[in-house]
């Protein structure tokens, strides 16, 4: 009983060095914990697959980086996807990171022969928010005269015969926020709509995917990795996974410990009701 | 005057955006897009504004020797030097990449990476059963975090299931529930804004 109660008032600097511990070790030495496909990465998995060579497609770069490291391998996994599949993917960017986050993203795509301007185009990042987005859903070619380095985007071999979002095959965003300006600027268009959120504000976007005005969706780094297992090929996200559940598994087991204490404290009337520790 | 056309002027731009939404006219949907196109370009202006003050502030703070000056010195030369990079060499040099790759990326993921420790601080000292409410909290939480993660679901195969249902039913009639009062009360305040009723945007004050 002692040995509870004293575990529930841990110095909160040995959970930082334990936290550390369980994260890094499973990155070194792998676990190999088998990950099941969620309906909800199975579904994006399957409209995304169903696109043909030639298509076109918008990455909507929504997110800072520092949400990088949960929204950011679902990105990498679509572009290693529709890249083998010679799908096109026009990118903009949301927010001001976007430019460069894509930069990195298709440097080791170009290093592999994908050509810019017709393969993919880096259009940049406008000021403005949500009526930037409008702006250029509505026209593309007026709102981006030219992209991020520069070219005229009226004579790019990508943008041909594309005027509004509803000339793309798809609309794919990635965002650190909500998901609800994706729906209230693109929906209309009658594109299918696939969002890349991570895992805090993915509950915020389900009402969209029931009222079909979200075609998929794609969480986390979860589901960045159950999408590379769909892929076949196992990348950051997957190797992430191990890492994830055992800080998931250390954090369950202090609170655990903390409420046991609470509760061995509150039975001999050391805690008040409602104190915090 | 200079109250009056502020507000005649956002209640004619409302209701052109408002018109192009519900209706199909070649003029108005004209219209819209060139007025969309307008707020990218004064949107791109009080970015530079926002620069110009910032700099104006944290020199202004550096010269009078206020605490934090050393901070604001740093903040203005690697302001200037990005700006620099990218505004001379190019957003696609190496000093600009620089910059952003071996500085903004990793120390804004470390400081993202930080919220671990806090969260999973908070968790351990907070997250207590007090009453009904805060372990049915306490419940879920815990049940969530067995079911994303692969260990959990691999020593609980049923929990999926129990959090989907979580999810699809109990989280999406409260989060519909705010967003359509959200939603109501985000209309009931346009309507107010574009009438005039409501200008606090315009830093008029409410009547």
């Known amino acids: ?277 | 005057m200079k109250r009056e056309v502020p507000i005649v002027l956002a209640g004619i731009v409302g209701l052109i955006q408002i018109l192009e939404h519900f209706f199909d006219f070649e003029a108005i949907a004209a219209v819209t897009v060139e007025l969309q196109n307008w707020v990218i370009i004064v949107s791109a202006f009080s970015l530079a504004l926002a620069a110009i003050n910032l700099a104006i502030n944290h020199t202004q703070k550096i010269s009078a020797k206020k605490a934090g000056a050393f901070d604001s010195a740093l903040l203005l030369i690697t302001m200037v030097f990005t700006a620099v990079a990218g505004i001379f060499w190019g957003m696609e040099s190496s000093g600009f990449k620089f910059v952003f790759n071996a500085i903004i990326d990793p120390a804004a993921s470390a400081f993202y990476a930080m919220a671990a420790f806090h969260v999973a601080s908070a968790a351990y000292r907070a997250f207590r059963a007090h009453n009904a409410h805060a372990a049915a909290l306490l419940i879920t939480g815990v049940m969530l975090m067995i079911a994303k993660a692969p260990i959990g679901e691999a020593w609980f195969p049923w929990m999926p299931t129990i959090t989907n249902w979580i999810m699809s039913v109990l989280n999406l009639a409260g989060v519909r529930g705010i967003m359509i009062s959200s939603a109501i009360g985000m209309i009931c305040v346009s309507a107010r804004i574009l009438l005039g009723i409501d200008r606090s945007h315009l830093g008029l004050g409410r009547d």
């Not at chain 1, 949960?70 to 679509?78: T, W």
């Not at chain 1, 380095?149 to 909500?178: E, W």
């Not at chain 1, 594109?191 to 079909?212: C, D, M, N």
Request: with cysteine.
């Open chain 1, 1 to 277: 009983m002692e040995l509870i109660r004293k575990l529930g008032e841990v110095d909160p600097r040995w959970l930082y060095v334990l936290l550390v511990l369980v994260v890094l070790i499973p990155m070194v030495s792998p676990i190999g914990l088998p990950i099941n496909v969620s309906a909800y990465t199975s579904n994006a998995f399957a409209l995304l697959d169903s696109l043909k060579p030639g298509d076109t497609v918008v990455f909507d770069f929504g997110y800072y980086v520092d949400g990088a490291p949960d929204v950011e391998p679902i990105a990498v996994a679509l572009f290693d996807h529709l890249f083998s599949k010679g799908v096109r993917i026009v990118c903009v960017s949301y927010k001001n990171h976007g430019p460069m986050i894509v930069d990195k993203l298709t440097e080791p795509h170009v290093k592999a022969g994908k050509e810019y301007g017709v393969d993919f185009v880096n259009l940049g990042f406008l000021a403005g928010g949500e009526t930037a987005l409008a702006a250029w859903a509505a026209d593309i070619k007026k709102a981006y005269p030219t992209d991020w380095k520069g070219n005229n985007t009226s004579t790019m071999p990508i943008l041909q015969g594309i005027n509004t979002v509803a000339d793309f095959d798809m609309f794919v965003f990635y965002t650190d926020d909500s998901a609800e300006v994706w729906v209230r600027q693109i929906s209309q268009y009658k594109v299918p709509i696939i969002g890349g959120l991570i895992t805090v504000t993915a509950p915020q976007a389900e009402p969209f995917l029931q009222s079909k005005q979200l075609a998929g969706l794609l969480v986390g780094l979860r589901g960045a990795a159950e999408y590379e297992k769909l892929m076949n090929k196992p990348g950051t996200a997957s190797a992430g996974m191990d890492a994830q559940s055992m800080a998931h598994l250390m954090l369950i087991a202090f609170i655990l410990f903390g409420n046991a204490s609470y509760f061995i404290k509150r039975s001999k009337g050391l805690a008040g009701k409602g104190a915090a520790k």
